[in-house]
DNA sequence: GAGTGGTCTAGACCACCCT
DNA sequence: GGGTGGTCTAGACCACTCC
């Protein structure tokens, strides 16, 4: 029962996972306060409440001022991965990467666009369609669309070399958005660009950004070829 | 320039967020060093430490001892999403949740349930199928394989009236794993227990659970029903 | 009102690693 | 060698909220 020497911060975060592994303390428990624990661990008290901040922000502790620090109940399984730029992740299974624009329009938005960006009928949109290839073989088709009101810079951008991916990540900086994971049965267009047979099943990746306003800058559709994985450690 | 003054950590955080959005500080820059931004600020050394950790653990800075802090070049996008519990997922919504085991049996495993556990050829494995459901309509069907083994418990757990999902998270604490997210096109077996059309797109969440000494706990594959969504906020 | 976590401070020492 | 971040300490005050 007696713990290894404690040292730092990662040692005591260390000792109150294995207590929670251990259900020393079970869910719903009430943990002792920092105060004890320090005396407990012999450190000062800011050492075990770096520890369980650190913990808390894990989800497995709930912590609240004068109701002291809680073993999460439902501890919910976080998982958070990094969302793949198309070219590094082509890249780090050595093999080739390719692009090629097929499309680059400026048009007023169609009502289905108009839904998706939360723009208006006369807003100026820059409708985008390109391919991704690995090793030649088509990876993942990219349908974007800019709000040229939020991004007038994009107006000018040349996409026939640079992908709007790589482009939207070097000059507009972000904030925040959403992305939507689905299934769904390729359209014939789709089918046609990524040279899968009619009626496949792909993958399909919504991305919503936003800048600091709450203004919708771009609406991403990829379209992953058949048999892609997305895959997130734990 | 000047900021507005600066009392706690996540003031010096918002300031410094904001010199990175504003591009005062450049990726590939090198920051001032923590005593300089302390002086700066009016605040200890350890405020400024404290709001730098957190930007770095976002991704968007990198420090190093003697090296100094540095705007990432390329920030990766990282999003943390909690993985849904069924049961919560569709109680949220205000649906009715419903579960039925169709299937448990206890076996020798099959080459593919083999090579997905990892396990031996004479491993007892617990194969189960189970479907949950919002509104009295398919929702995911869960098909999961236990190593007994590893969690001897299982085998004489009931999973009749509780999902193999909620027994495993209340009784088996686990460590860490592998997600796969996937489009497939609905086998025909999978198909009519979801009530869905031949050939229908399906979104398959593929998960492996492992102990802390790295051995395979679970797999499920979760198949959920045609037109599933799967959001993350950024 | 009182006990808890949240945070700041000032100083200190250490680990790292670039020059 | 020296400058940087990483962390600990001890004390302090504050904010919140449960009783």
Redesign the interface.
Known sequence: MKAASINGWQDVQTEVLRRL?D?FWKPGDLLPSEADLAAEFGCARTTVNRALQAIAEE?LLERRRRGGTRVVI??????????P?IRQEIEQRQQHYGYSLLKRRQQRPSRAVRERMQVEADASVLALRALHSADGRPYVLEKRWIDLAVVPAAGKADFSEQSPNEWL?AHV?FS??????????VTEEDAADLACEA??????AE?R?RN?QGATITVVHLV?A?????????
């Open positions: 592994h259900r989800g439902n501890p919910q399984q976080r998982a958070t991965f990094s969302i730029v990540v900086p925040g958005g959403e992305l939507v994971l689905s299934a769904r049965t009626g496949a099943s792909v993958f399909v991305r950004t600091t992953y058949p048999g892609y994985q997305m895959v997130i450690d734990l």
